[in-house]
């Protein structure tokens, strides 16, 4: 079964999320004169009532009330994931699967672009080649100093980058494209 993440929308046009955040308003001129909105606006009344009594009475219940901290506690993990971004599946083993991030994977790539003199690392993404094993699709765009011989310099970062990012983790880059899009001054 899959899930769609699409609103529902009346047959007035009018989505029902919009009849949901204005359940608690006086409704609107739109909402009195609609028979979809006044039936849609009903239904979800008395789940928004249902909804504040079992509310009400977890928090009148001392054992339904979540540890301090709690809420702290999974923002703080929340935001990691975020940060951490996609993950990317390296190998596997007997013991497990090797995944890495792809904030840490560019944080690579980027640290081998800072040592190039000339060549500023601006944006990165990194996916998995299809098809080919456990191969990495590296897209660097770079901004250069004026003067810099962008044909010799993408050359070598292009090495430095597989270098790096096989050091790192093992794995040679399948491909590794660059796009100079800016050029700037030292």
């Known amino acids: 079964m899959a899930l769609e993440n699409r609103p529902s929308t ?3 046009g009018r989505s029902v999320n919009r009849v949901w955040q204005d359940i608690n308003r006086t409704p609107d001129p739109h909402t009195l004169s609609c028979a979809y909105c006044r039936t ?3 239904n979800l009344e008395a789940l928004s009532s249902a909804t504040a009594l079992l509310r009400d009475q977890d928090l ?4 339904l009330r979540p540890p301090h901290g709690l809420k702290d506690a999974v923002l703080e993990v929340a935001c990691a994931q975020v940060r951490r971004g996609v993950r990317l599946p390296l ?12 904030a840490a994977l560019a944080g690579v790539v980027r640290d081998a672009a800072r040592e190039l003199g000339g060549v500023r690392a601006r944006r990165c993404r990194i996916d998995l080649a299809p098809g080919a094993g456990p191969g990495l699709l590296i897209h660097l765009r770079t901004a250069v100093a004026p003067g810099v011989d962008i044909q010799r310099a993408m050359t ?9 990012v096989e050091a ?8 590794v494209n660059l796009t100079v899009e800016d050029l700037y001054d030292e």
């Open 10 to 12: 009346l047959a007035c």
């Open 40 to 42: 849609a606006r009903n």
């Open 60 to 63: 009148q219940h001392p054992d």
């Open 91 to 102: 190998a596997g083993s007997r013991g497990g699967s090797i995944v890495i991030s792809e």
């Open 156 to 164: 070598f970062l292009r090495l430095r980058i597989r270098d790096a």
């Open 168 to 175: 790192s983790v093992g794995i040679v880059p399948h491909t």
